[in-house]
């Protein structure tokens, strides 16, 4: 009874009914839902990349991502001789529980094994400060691949999980908004060139980003 009764206690109880009339009143809200092309009309070709395989999300794993439009593509470059993987699932709303999932979370149960994780920074044209984004490397048997990802929303470009629920209610107080983007890059890690493979994927987001940019709601 003299924890019930004491300062904590009821400032904690003060903070959980402020929290719980915030999440009421935007839930009561009408969302504001930017219009979004569709991703199949993204660009085939930016830079020195262009359209090799285009892929179709399983149904089954369209139920589990709950995404409102999905991509998922092969570019390769010529030039380079080098290959890169795009995925992005968009969210127009996270208000009836449909939210990104995080490729730490999907990759493991999809086999492949985290090797080591850690953010980068990436200078990319159209920004003065660079990009703040993911950089996970996974292996499944003898293959390994290095996998860039981020959470694209309201003018933020997000690499942690933690903040991009942050940035999710405080959007949704403010602008009246809770769409999202999750994007990946992933490159094979050839004769164990961990660093080249890194080097591919940095320019491939470089040179993708602005085509993200355009097509994704700011």
């Not at 999440?23 to 262009?50: C, I, Q, T």
């Not at 159209?126 to 703040?132: L, N, V």
């Not at 940095?202 to 355009?214: K, N």
Request: glycine share 6%; with cysteine; charged share 20%.
């Amino acid at each position: 009874m003299s924890l019930l009764n004491s300062t904590y206690a009821k400032v904690l109880a003060g903070v959980l009914i402020v929290q719980g009339g915030i999440f009421y009143a935007v839930a009561m809200r009408p969302e504001h839902m930017p219009a979004v092309p569709p991703l199949s009309e993204f660009p085939r070709a930016f830079g020195d990349w262009s359209l090799y395989r285009e892929s179709q999300i399983e149904p089954e794993i369209q139920d589990i991502l709950k995404a409102d439009d999905t991509l998922s593509r092969l570019y390769a470059n010529p030039i380079s001789r080098q290959a890169a993987y795009l995925f992005i699932a968009f969210f127009k709303t996270q208000r009836e529980g449909q939210s990104p999932h995080s490729p730490k979370n999907c990759l493991p149960g999809a086999g492949f094994e985290p090797i080591e994780s850690f953010p980068i920074n990436i200078t990319v044209p159209g920004r003065a400060d660079p990009i703040h984004v993911n950089r996970y490397l996974t292996a499944r048997g003898e293959e390994k691949t290095v996998t860039l990802y981020w959470y694209q929303s309201h003018e933020r470009i997000i690499a942690g999980e933690f903040a991009a629920k942050f940035w999710l209610i405080a959007d949704s107080i403010r602008y009246h908004r809770s769409d999202c983007a999750l994007v990946r890059v992933v490159v094979q890690v050839n004769n164990d060139d961990t660093a080249g493979a890194s080097r591919t994927a940095i320019e491939f987001a470089q040179s993708v980003f602005p085509s993200l940019t355009r097509q994704l709601p700011m």
